[in-house]
């Protein structure tokens, strides 16, 4: 019986923090282009630390 609420209880969190992860997203969404400038600067700094290593 303890198993069935605590199942219960634990699928209805679940189903919480994916709902609010969607908004989240949604509410935060940054454009592709600012996606994959970060993405290039990173890429190019790890390029750079590892050169100098």
Not at 12 to 36: D, G, P, R, T, Y
């Amino acid at each position: 019986m303890l198993a069935k609420i605590w199942k219960k209880l634990l699928l209805f969190v679940l189903i919480i923090a994916c709902l609010f992860n969607i908004i989240n997203k949604l509410v935060h969404k940054s454009s592709m282009k600012q996606e994959v400038e970060a993405s290039a600067e990173y890429i190019e700094q790890q390029q750079k630390a590892n050169e100098q290593k």
